[in-house]
């Protein structure tokens, strides 16, 4: 029986496989209107993405590195689209 792998995507950057994992995850989601990242604010689904990240970091790149990198790049994104108007003016 021939056995196939599922290939991980093509990442090239260290942020890059960040933002892939948090959006695996749960912990972030796109801008249905202009394609940002927003941070879903959820614990659980965070939690998700840092144990993603322990449990399999990108090639040539230490579990805690990959913790770090997955923290960065939540402490980058906010919680709303800086396109979309603001709702409460």
């Keep these: ?27 972030i989601n796109e801008c249905e209107e202009h394609g940002w990242a927003k941070d879903r604010a959820d614990p659980h689904a965070r939690e998700r993405a840092i144990d993603l990240a322990r449990q399999d970091p990108p090639d040539g790149v230490s ?8 923290n960065n790049v939540l402490d ?13 003016l």
């Design 1 to 27: 029986m021939l056995m196939t792998r599922e290939r991980r995507p093509a990442i090239r950057t260290l942020r890059g496989w960040a933002i892939h994992v948090l959006h695996e995850a749960g912990a």
């Design 63 to 70: 579990a805690d590195q990959a913790v770090a990198e997955i």
């Design 76 to 88: 980058s994104i906010g919680d709303t689209c800086p396109e979309c108007p603001d709702e409460s």
